[in-house]
């Protein structure tokens, strides 16, 4: 069982940088893949970016790429998405996931944060 918590969401103005953390305990995080998702009002959850035990490997969503950076610290059990550039469809809940699986981590994970709100005005 691992429980994670994200933090860093909030208020921003078109073009502007939040940086999203999110903490994990419980059992060896280092042994989980990694990932990030959001949820637009109304819309499904879908997948933002993910990352491997080790950081060695990332993907993202085309929608991100190259505005968006996820990281880990296995030190500090955080994982955390960089997001510059941002848009106003950029607004949504975003959640931490993690899964023993990298392959897994970014379809159907077994472990959910409560997520952070992300707001981008224009």
């Known amino acids: 069982q691992v429980q994670l918590v994200e933090s860093g969401g909030g208020l921003v103005q078109a073009g502007g940088s939040l940086r999203l953390s999110c903490a994990a305990s419980g059992r060896a995080f280092s042994g989980y893949a990694m990932a990030w998702f959001r949820q637009a009002p109304g819309k499904e959850r879908v997948f933002v970016a993910d990352i491997s035990v080790r950081g060695a490997s990332t993907s993202y969503a085309d929608s991100v790429k190259g505005r968006f950076t996820i990281s880990r610290d296995n030190a500090k059990n955080t994982v955390y998405l960089q997001m510059n550039s941002l848009k106003p469809e950029d607004t949504a809940h975003y959640y931490c996931?993690?899964?023993?699986?990298?392959?897994?981590?970014?379809?159907?994970?077994?472990?959910w944060g409560q997520g952070t709100q992300v707001t981008v005005s224009s």
């Open positions: 996931a993690a899964d023993p699986s990298y392959v897994g981590v970014g379809v159907n994970p077994n472990y």
